[in-house]
Structure formats: structure tokens, C-alpha cells
């Protein structure tokens, strides 16, 4: 795959540009109202919160430029801890956090019922909630099938309308698409359950390249919002098989068609960046984290309408509310900086892996996420040895290997891998995850037999 790593600076500048003014559909805003508890069992109502909100131009209402998803809810034993869940949101809840995504498919099905569980404790008109049609299964997109997903989504949420909806996951071909969404009759079914108002808006997730991103939206479709990856690196990389997020948001912006922001960490990426990024970015500003600057340059885009941020832990929940409250845009000499690492980062050869866990399980036990994840760490900070010539390349080569046996067990390492491809599917990055393992594994080989 061929990669432009050249940024366009002038449209780099033009598109987050300071002092820009909102589009006439989406505009800068500021929580002002209330969000009622609907139980004296919880914490008290808040007065005026801070958060940044942008103007939703089919409701008129606020929307929190923080949104929540619900893809790492805290767990334990794979089973979603429902108590942790009603305290996160409680504390967003109180903090102007309004917007919340789940899908059928996350934590094993589970998510959507926990998250409907703890939403239902607040008035229906405090929130906003988004989840997907997800219907991934090849052998069945028939309209039977595809609307028992729908449908369900309604059963686990336990609402009687659904805010955002989307078409989940758009992947590469035009002919996938018509065959999920079109072909089934899904997509027209959609439409008229807005018309009906049982579906506020109506609008689908990207993960796929051009051909599949312009066919969605040149069908003859009103689409409320489109939700893209969307962070400062992938703002730089565009290819045939998988457009810059620079490229999709001037799309959509032309169209006036409002943008959902998931991945603005990059899986966490942009987050643990190594020591020589962090220096620099403490040298900056020792008061900004890693994931703040990422999150303030997804918030900075006029056309933003939230951006999403799965929260396991409460300290990651308030340094989010705390960074949006209200968002502070990144100036000029800001967006320059953040190329720049952007373009430090490209220098590494890592796993473009978001930790989606889309791929998971593998039928063969191996920890595929877990693996990219140690990998993209060595690689960053530059703890594997490049040949046994290389300086400490004993001691370099023991601390990669019981590391990764620590980080990643080893009955879930890269060697379980049968190229089955099963995953590959799956995945929303289009990684070959097979090309991969093998990668790992040839790695770990040469390093035990000490043939680098």
C-alpha cells in the first residue's frame, strides 16, 4: 500500500484553523441546562456544566463534544461489571456527557443492555444514544436477519427510539455495501423507521476505502452524520485503500453532513507514545497529556459533532471531561507540533492495530490485539535488538523475550497463528494479521535460537 506521507499544509491549517467559524449546521455551544437524576438513590442533579457542546441541527439540541463509548466497559471474567458502569456514567451524566455508543456486537453482546440498564435511570430526553446494525455475518444478510439485529437492539437498550443509528462498519466495495444495506431492502426499512421517529438520526461507521465511502453517499440517502477514525496521524495518511481522515472529513464537511469521531487515540496509541515523543510533548506543556493534545485536536475541527472515547477507568473519564470542559482548540503553532510527531511516528514500522478486538476470539486462542500491542511498544521506544551485532544485544534480547512472555501468555503467542484467515474479515484496519503473526513469530524464533 502506497502512502503519501506529505501533509498539505495549507489545508492542514485551513480545515482546524483557529478562529474559524462553525458551519451554519454545527456550532460551538455551551451545556446550560440541567440533566435530572431520575432517583434520589443517585447523586444529586449538577448545576451549569462547562462541557463543550456543538448544536445538533436535526434536534436542536446540545451535543457533548465528549462522547462515550461502549466498547470497554470494566469487566471481569468477560462478564460486564454493571455496578462500575452506573458510577462511570453517573459521573459523566453529572458532567454534561450526553452522547453514548454502543453496538450489538460489543463485550459479546453485552454492552448494549448494560449501557440500556444504566441510561434508563435518567429522563429519555437527557441523553442521546447510538448504536449499529451489525450484521456481519457473510453467509445471512437477508432482511429477516438483518432486522432481528435491529430490532434486538431495542429489546437490550429497552427504548422506544434510538437516537443515532448507524450502518456499521462500511467496508471496502461498493458491492459488500449493497449487499449488507441495499439489496436486502434494509436500508429503505431504515428510512422509513426515521419517518416514523423511531430513529432519530440515520447515518453509518467507515472503515473502508474510497470507492465504498463515495458509493454510501452518493445513494439517493439523507445522511444525518457519518462516523470516521479521525486523529492527528491518520489526518496525514491517505492511500487508494484507505483514504486520510483529512480526506473523508472534507467530504463530509462539503456536504454538510456531520462528523462522529471514533479513534482519536488510535487505539491508545497517540496516548503511550514513546519517551522521546513524550519528552517533547512535556517540553511543550508539562500540563497536557499525551491524550489530551490528541483529543483537543479532534474537538478543534469545526465539523465535529462528538468525539468518542471508550473510558474503562474513572481517571480516564475525568481528564476527558476535564480536557473538554470547555475545549481549549489548538492554536496554529499547536497543529505544527502535532505534525511534526505525526511524522516522527511514521518513522516506525508498527501494526496499525486499534485494539477494536473486532478479530477476537480467534479460533486458535491467540491474543491477536495483545500481540500487535507488545510489538508497536518494542518498536516505539526501540527495545528490539536489530542484529547480534547490535550494542547490549544479550541483554536487549532477554528483556524482549520474558517481557513478551509476561505481556502476552504463551499459548496466546503469534506461533499459534494457522493463517487461517478468519480475521482478516474482520478487521476494520484491513490488517493481514496472518503476514503479521508471522512477522512476530519469525522474530521471537531467531531471537531464542540466536540466529538475528
Given at each position: 500500500?502506497?502512502t503519501?506521507?506529505?501533509?498539505?499544509?495549507?489545508?492542514f491549517?485551513?480545515?482546524?484553523?483557529?478562529g474559524?467559524?462553525?458551519l451554519?449546521s454545527i456550532?460551538?455551544?455551551?451545556a446550560?441546562?440541567q440533566?435530572?437524576?431520575?432517583s434520589?438513590l443517585?447523586?444529586?442533579a449538577?448545576v451549569e456544566t462547562k462541557?463543550?457542546t456543538?448544536?445538533?441541527?436535526v434536534?436542536g439540541?446540545?451535543?457533548s463534544?465528549?462522547?462515550?463509548?461502549?466498547?470497554?466497559?470494566p469487566?471481569?471474567?468477560?462478564?460486564i461489571?454493571q455496578?462500575?458502569?452506573?458510577?462511570?456514567?453517573?459521573?459523566a451524566m453529572k458532567?454534561?456527557?450526553?452522547?453514548?455508543?454502543?453496538a450489538?456486537v460489543?463485550?459479546?453482546g453485552q454492552s448494549?443492555?448494560a449501557?440500556?440498564?444504566s441510561?434508563?435511570r435518567y429522563?429519555?430526553?437527557s441523553?442521546?444514544?447510538?448504536?449499529k446494525?451489525?450484521?456481519?455475518n457473510?453467509?445471512?444478510?437477508?432482511?429477516?436477519r438483518?432486522k432481528?439485529?435491529?430490532d434486538?437492539?431495542f429489546?437490550?437498550l429497552?427504548?422506544?427510539?434510538?437516537?443515532f443509528y448507524?450502518?456499521?462498519?462500511?467496508?471496502p466495495?461498493?458491492?459488500n455495501f449493497?449487499?449488507?444495506?441495499?439489496?436486502?431492502?434494509m436500508?429503505?426499512f431504515?428510512?422509513k423507521e426515521?419517518?416514523?421517529g423511531?430513529?432519530?438520526h440515520?447515518?453509518?461507521?467507515?472503515?473502508g476505502?474510497?470507492e465504498?465511502?463515495?458509493?454510501?453517499?452518493?445513494?439517493?440517502?439523507?445522511?444525518?452524520?457519518?462516523?470516521i477514525q479521525?486523529n492527528?496521524?491518520?489526518?496525514?495518511?491517505?492511500?487508494?485503500n484507505?483514504?486520510?481522515?483529512?480526506?473523508?472529513?472534507?467530504?463530509?464537511t462539503?456536504?454538510?453532513?456531520?462528523?462522529?469521531v471514533?479513534?482519536?487515540l488510535?487505539?491508545?496509541?497517540?496516548?503511550?507514545?514513546?519517551?522521546?515523543?513524550l519528552?517533547k510533548?512535556?517540553?511543550?506543556?508539562?500540563?497536557?497529556?499525551?491524550?489530551?493534545w490528541?483529543?483537543r485536536?479532534a474537538?478543534s475541527?469545526p465539523n465535529?459533532?462528538?468525539?468518542?472515547?471508550?473510558?474503562t477507568?474513572?481517571?480516564?473519564?475525568?481528564?476527558?471531561?476535564d480536557?473538554?470542559?470547555?475545549?481549549?482548540?489548538?492554536?496554529?503553532?499547536?497543529?505544527?507540533?502535532?505534525q511534526e510527531?505525526?511524522?516522527?511516528m511514521m518513522?516506525?514500522p508498527?501494526?496499525?492495530?486499534t485494539?477494536?478486538r473486532?478479530?477476537?476470539?480467534?479460533?486458535f486462542n491467540?491474543d491477536?490485539?495483545?500481540n500487535?500491542?507488545?510489538?508497536?511498544?518494542c518498536?516505539e521506544?526501540?527495545?528490539?535488538?536489530?542484529?547480534?551485532?547490535s550494542a547490549?544485544?544479550?541483554?536487549?534480547?532477554s528483556?524482549?523475550?520474558k517481557?513478551?512472555?509476561?505481556?502476552v501468555p504463551?499459548?496466546?503467542?503469534?506461533?499459534?497463528?494457522?493463517?487461517c484467515g478468519?480475521?482478516?474479515?474482520?478487521?476494520?484496519?484491513?490488517?493481514?494479521?496472518?503476514?503479521q503473526?508471522?512477522?512476530?513469530?519469525?522474530?521471537v524464533?531467531?531471537?531464542q535460537?540466536?540466529?538475528?
Amino acid at each position: 500500500m502506497s502512502t503519501n506521507n506529505t501533509i498539505k499544509r495549507r489545508s492542514f491549517f485551513k480545515m482546524i484553523g483557529t478562529g474559524t467559524a462553525a458551519l451554519s449546521s454545527i456550532v460551538y455551544a455551551r451545556a446550560v441546562t440541567q440533566s435530572p437524576l431520575a432517583s434520589s438513590l443517585l447523586p444529586p442533579a449538577p448545576v451549569e456544566t462547562k462541557m463543550t457542546t456543538r448544536l445538533d441541527p436535526v434536534t436542536g439540541k446540545g451535543v457533548s463534544i465528549l462522547g462515550y463509548g461502549g466498547m470497554r466497559w470494566p469487566s471481569k471474567d468477560r462478564r460486564i461489571l454493571q455496578d462500575k458502569v452506573n458510577e462511570l456514567i453517573d459521573v459523566a451524566m453529572k458532567n454534561g456527557v450526553n452522547y453514548y455508543d454502543t453496538a450489538p456486537v460489543y463485550h459479546n453482546g453485552q454492552s448494549e443492555k448494560a449501557m440500556g440498564e444504566s441510561l434508563r435511570r435518567y429522563p429519555r430526553e437527557s441523553y442521546f444514544i447510538a448504536t449499529k446494525l451489525s450484521n456481519f455475518n457473510a453467509n445471512d444478510w437477508s432482511f429477516e436477519r438483518s432486522k432481528a439485529i435491529y430490532d434486538n437492539s431495542f429489546k437490550e437498550l429497552g427504548l422506544d427510539y434510538i437516537d443515532f443509528y448507524l450502518l456499521h462498519s462500511v467496508g471496502p466495495g461498493k458491492e459488500n455495501f449493497d449487499k449488507r444495506f441495499v439489496n436486502n431492502g434494509m436500508l429503505d426499512f431504515l428510512q422509513k423507521e426515521r419517518q416514523e421517529g423511531r430513529i432519530r438520526h440515520l447515518g453509518f461507521s467507515y472503515h473502508g476505502n474510497r470507492e465504498s465511502f463515495l458509493h454510501a453517499l452518493s445513494l439517493d440517502v439523507k445522511w444525518d452524520f457519518v462516523q470516521i477514525q479521525l486523529n492527528y496521524f491518520d489526518w496525514l495518511q491517505d492511500s487508494d485503500n484507505r483514504p486520510s481522515a483529512e480526506y473523508l472529513y472534507e467530504e463530509l464537511t462539503k456536504r454538510q453532513i456531520p462528523v462522529v469521531v471514533m479513534e482519536p487515540l488510535l487505539g491508545g496509541r497517540l496516548a503511550k507514545l514513546n519517551d522521546q515523543l513524550l519528552a517533547k510533548l512535556k517540553e511543550r506543556d508539562p500540563n497536557q497529556t499525551p491524550a489530551a493534545w490528541a483529543f483537543r485536536f479532534a474537538g478543534s475541527l469545526p465539523n465535529i459533532l462528538t468525539v468518542l472515547s471508550g473510558m474503562t477507568y474513572m481517571e480516564h473519564l475525568t481528564e476527558n471531561i476535564d480536557t473538554f470542559s470547555p475545549l481549549k482548540p489548538v492554536s496554529d503553532a499547536d497543529k505544527t507540533f502535532l505534525q511534526e510527531t505525526a511524522t516522527a511516528m511514521m518513522k516506525y514500522p508498527t501494526v496499525p492495530c486499534t485494539a477494536c478486538r473486532y478479530c477476537m476470539p480467534c479460533p486458535f486462542n491467540v491474543d491477536i490485539p495483545g500481540n500487535f500491542a507488545y510489538l508497536n511498544k518494542c518498536i516505539e521506544n526501540g527495545n528490539i535488538p536489530a542484529s547480534r551485532q547490535s550494542a547490549n544485544y544479550t541483554k536487549a534480547r532477554s528483556s524482549f523475550l520474558k517481557k513478551y512472555s509476561k505481556s502476552v501468555p504463551s499459548k496466546k503467542q503469534a506461533s499459534h497463528c494457522t493463517a487461517c484467515g478468519q480475521c482478516m474479515e474482520l478487521c476494520p484496519q484491513h490488517i493481514k494479521i496472518p503476514e503479521q503473526m508471522k512477522r512476530i513469530n519469525e522474530l521471537v524464533d531467531k531471537l531464542q535460537n540466536n540466529t538475528l
